[in-house]
């Protein structure tokens, strides 16, 4: 038997559960959130579709009762405000530290052995956050971020090579942010085809800035964050988890000397298992990507700053 807790039952929240129900994930399904009644409504009309989808998942609403959520494997957490047109998630960063860390103690009070995926943003610093002080082992707190924008690199891959999105390979690494975020565009394929030969250099280049700006777009175009590619991307790395697939996912992972860096929870493959990160998988990049990367480092870093002034950890 496997149960899985998400918290935060609006768009994401709400949208992972079904996604971990219709595809059983797990045997039972937790949604739980502080708004009296709206985990419960959430779960019901989940359920409603058991029959018309054929799943057998569990799913159950709770409000604010963490004692409900005993015995979690996976806990997803996604609760804190969404980000707004214009707000970057950095400007999140106070207000969603507190829901986060009050979030994770209660989770571990009735689940001291479950696996932590942080989706709430900003999320790389969410999750450097839980792990340092919460005291869990690295393998337990996992980010989400990597998986959601490596999922939108092959969307815009597919697009521009004009193939399913399922034959396409490519990954993102570093800051879940716009300007953070690193899609390697040298190690992207299809069909074990290098992108790079199928597509000229400038198209490519369009591809990456999209994949870049791709939260912001959707921001812009919605009037809130997206809700469908987060919550399936949450559901994925905990599926890989729970079933023990040993999946390679990018995932915000704390790195202790891997990529030359220590103290900090940022984008980087890894491969998922019943363990949570069993290990960190190192690429051999380029002088350009290390560069990349380092800048990247750095812009986390300054925004943990920001954790460390406020003296939540």
Request: hydrophobic share 45%; proline share 4%; glycine share 10%.
């Amino acid at each position: 038997m496997s149960k899985v807790t998400v918290v935060g039952a609006g768009n994401v929240g709400a949208t992972c559960a079904n996604v971990l129900a219709v595809n059983e994930v797990a045997n039972e399904v937790v949604l739980i959130d502080i708004k009296e009644g709206f985990a419960e409504g959430k779960a019901m009309d989940i359920m409603q579709t058991a029959q018309l989808m054929g799943f057998d998942t569990v799913v159950t609403g709770v409000t604010n009762d963490y004692s409900k959520t005993a015995g979690s494997d996976v806990v997803i957490i996604t609760s804190g405000l969404p980000r707004k047109p214009g707000m970057t998630r950095e400007e999140l960063i106070g207000v969603n530290a507190g829901i986060v860390k009050s979030v994770t103690e209660s989770i571990l009070k009735y689940s001291p052995d479950a696996i932590l995926i942080i989706v709430s943003n900003p999320m790389d610093p969410m999750a450097y956050l839980t792990y340092k002080t919460l005291g869990l082992p690295r393998n337990r707190v996992i980010g989400m971020g990597g998986a959601l924008d490596s999922s939108r690199f092959k969307y815009f891959l597919s697009q521009a090579l004009g193939c399913n999105a399922n034959e396409v390979e490519g990954i993102v690494i570093g800051g879940h942010g716009d300007t953070t975020m690193i899609p390697l565009a040298r190690l992207a394929t299809y069909k074990g085809i290098p992108v790079s030969t199928l597509l000229p250099k400038e198209k490519l280049d369009e591809v990456v800035q999209s994949t870049m700006v791709g939260g912001a777009t959707l921001t812009k175009l919605l009037g809130t964050s997206a809700w469908m590619a987060p919550g399936a991307a949450a559901s994925s790395v905990a599926e890989s988890i729970i079933k023990n697939q040993g999946k390679m996912i990018v995932c915000a992972a704390y790195l202790e000397g891997e990529y030359g860096m220590k103290d900090i929870t940022i984008g980087v493959p890894v491969i998922l298992g019943r363990n949570g990160i069993e290990r960190i998988v190192e690429l051999e990049l380029n002088e350009e990507e290390k560069a990349k990367l380092a800048a990247s480092e750095a812009a986390v870093r300054k925004t943990n700053s920001v954790l460390h002034d406020m003296k939540l950890i």
